[in-house]
């Protein structure tokens, strides 16, 4: 009778752990999970014991997007290279959402290198700078003291290009990271090219190229980047939207146009 009660008694309780989750029997012996072990493995203060070496096939290196950009951008020794090594960039998320690498227009051999900010909707569409409404007033303002694009004399040409080569989302600032990967192209591209002067449109650029923003304050006087003579100027897309700034950007070309005539600027 006592041999079936505590049968009984057993089988509730066992039934009572598989309730509970109890279900796999992992060991034949049991183990007291309160009993301390003889000693404990000593870890040095302030020291965390070494992880386990992985294997070579699973070291995974964080590169610098930085470093990879002056490692692709030094290694060119033309602007079709230059072309090719930023096309092959892929550290930058802006290319994924962008249509089109925007790389350069007008002449190379221009005196003058206009830098710009990023690509707007157009831009990316077509695969060129400076195309939509903001593109057709820097043509306008630059017709103005005898200079174009696609002038067959390069005294008079222009070369374009921007600090981002891809389109932001939304048409937002460039963000300060995005700007810093990009930057040893843009100096790549100015050694290539090797212009007598540039010329920065935009808060972007200069703060790009100089260090520095305030574009009020900056234009009109010229200044060095990239270890060329440099002359900030408002953006036409802000002209755009402010005309009474004409005023200044014509005052800014004759600059322009007085430094390559050999003037004081």
């Given at each position: 009778?006592?041999?079936?009660?505590?049968?009984?008694?057993?089988?509730?309780?066992?039934?009572w752990?598989?309730?509970?989750?109890a279900?796999?029997?992992?060991?034949?012996?049991?183990v007291?999970?309160?009993?301390?072990?003889?000693?404990?493995?000593?870890?040095?203060?302030?020291?965390?014991?070494a992880?386990?070496a992985?294997?070579?096939?699973?070291?995974?290196?964080a590169?610098?997007?930085?470093?990879?950009?002056?490692?692709?951008?030094?290694?060119?020794?033309?602007?079709?290279?230059?072309?090719?090594?930023?096309?092959?960039?892929?550290?930058?998320?802006?290319?994924?959402g962008?249509?089109?690498?925007?790389?350069?227009?007008?002449?190379?051999?221009?005196?003058?290198?206009?830098?710009?900010?990023?690509?707007?909707?157009?831009?990316?569409?077509?695969?060129?700078?400076?195309?939509?409404?903001?593109?057709?007033?820097?043509?306008?303002?630059f017709?103005?003291?005898g200079?174009?694009?696609?002038?067959?004399?390069?005294?008079?040409?222009?070369?374009?290009?921007?600090i981002?080569?891809?389109?932001?989302?939304?048409?937002?600032?460039?963000?300060?990271?995005e700007?810093?990967?990009?930057?040893?192209f843009?100096?790549?591209?100015?050694?290539?090219?090797?212009?007598?002067?540039?010329?920065?449109?935009g808060?972007?650029?200069?703060?790009?190229v100089?260090?520095?923003?305030?574009?009020?304050?900056?234009?009109?006087?010229?200044?060095?980047?990239?270890?060329?003579?440099?002359?900030?100027?408002?953006?036409?897309a802000?002209?755009?939207?402010?005309?009474?700034?004409?005023?200044?950007?014509?005052a800014?070309?004759?600059?322009?146009?007085?430094k390559?005539?050999?003037?004081?600027?």
């Amino acid at each position: 009778m006592d041999s079936d009660l505590e049968f009984h008694a057993n089988k509730a309780m066992l039934e009572w752990q598989v309730e509970l989750g109890a279900d796999e029997a992992i060991s034949e012996t049991p183990v007291n999970r309160f009993d301390v072990p003889a000693a404990l493995p000593v870890v040095p203060v302030g020291r965390a014991p070494a992880p386990a070496a992985a294997p070579d096939d699973a070291v995974q290196v964080a590169l610098d997007p930085v470093v990879e950009a002056k490692r692709a951008a030094g290694q060119t020794e033309s602007l079709a290279e230059l072309r090719d090594a930023l096309v092959g960039f892929e550290h930058c998320e802006l290319k994924r959402g962008a249509k089109n690498t925007v790389f350069a227009d007008g002449n190379p051999a221009a005196r003058v290198m206009i830098i710009g900010e990023a690509p707007g909707r157009d831009e990316d569409i077509r695969g060129q700078p400076f195309v939509g409404r903001a593109g057709q007033l820097l043509d306008r303002m630059f017709a103005a003291i005898g200079m174009a694009r696609d002038h067959p004399d390069s005294d008079a040409a222009l070369y374009i290009t921007n600090i981002l080569p891809w389109r932001p989302p939304q048409n937002r600032d460039p963000k300060p990271e995005e700007i810093a990967m990009m930057m040893p192209f843009v100096a790549r591209h100015v050694e290539l090219v090797q212009p007598e002067v540039l010329v920065l449109m935009g808060n972007i650029s200069c703060q790009a190229v100089l260090g520095r923003r305030g574009i009020t304050r900056l234009r009109g006087a010229w200044t060095s980047g990239l270890g060329l003579p440099a002359l900030p100027m408002f953006h036409p897309a802000y002209l755009l939207r402010n005309p009474a700034a004409k005023r200044e950007t014509w005052a800014d070309l004759l600059m322009l146009e007085a430094k390559l005539a050999g003037g004081a600027g």
